[in-house]
């Protein structure tokens, strides 16, 4: 499967504690995109990457959150002092870039804080 | 704000029907647009995409049809089968849509129920 691919798929964890999620993109893709979605919504865009570099951010990304992708390849994002609004489906999806190039998405990581 | 948008959120058709599944959106400067399907569990799945220098574009059992005066965006179905009970979503890129560079912002989604 050379599809993007997410871990783990769920995560439980109590308030307070720090996590991370792992995206590895499609390889020959260079643009990486974190959203976020809740029940019943569609995806809210969080960041994203051009190669390395983290170009933009949205507003729902507070200071507790912080994503890299120190490659160019996969990309990690960690969530410190969760809190209980913080549960929901993280997504990753890449894309070649350019305008007429879908963003491909993974089956994404759910957190729950407890 | 500027927004995507559907226009039901729950579609119940019977099998083998044709599903129309619509979309307003509001931003004027979207020059692209897609559909997603999102199943149970899992991220969305693309569909079909769209320019906006177009006004339809045809997949496999699916058409999307672009009316940018009105600034109405639908997904056709054809045959359905019970493999296309999903959340559908459409989404529009625009320069200023603050989504990354080919940012993309969605809407609410249409759960599509398939009867037997």
């Not at chain 1, 007429?100 to 990581?109: A, I, K, Q, V, W």
């Amino acid at each position: 499967d050379t599809g993007v691919s997410q871990n783990p798929r769920h995560k439980i964890t109590k308030r307070g504690q720090n996590v991370t999620f792992r995206c590895d993109p499609i390889s020959e893709h260079n643009r990486l995109y974190w959203y976020r979605q809740t029940l019943g919504q569609g995806p809210e865009f969080l960041t994203y990457f051009q190669n390395e570099a983290q170009l933009e951010k949205s507003r729902l990304l507070s200071d507790r959150f912080s994503a890299e992708r120190p490659k160019g390849s996969f990309s990690t994002l960690e969530i410190q002092r969760t809190e209980q609004g913080d549960s929901a489906m993280y997504l990753c999806a890449s894309s070649l870039g350019g305008i007429g190039s879908p963003l491909h998405f993974g089956n994404g990581t759910r957190l729950t804080v407890t | 704000g500027e927004s995507v948008g559907l226009h039901l959120p729950t579609l119940s058709v019977q099998e083998g029907d044709n599903s129309i599944i619509n979309c307003a959106y509001s931003n004027s400067a979207s020059d692209y647009f897609i559909w997603y399907k999102q199943e149970s569990g899992k991220g969305p799945q693309f569909i079909i995409d769209i320019r906006s220098n177009m006004d339809k574009r045809q997949g496999q059992r699916v058409t999307v049809l672009l009316n940018k005066t009105v600034k109405h965006l639908s997904l056709q179905i054809a045959a359905t089968q019970p493999g296309d009970s999903a959340v559908y979503f459409c989404a529009e890129n625009s320069p200023y849509s603050g989504g990354g560079a080919d940012g993309l912002t969605f809407g609410k989604g249409t759960h599509l129920i398939i009867q037997p």
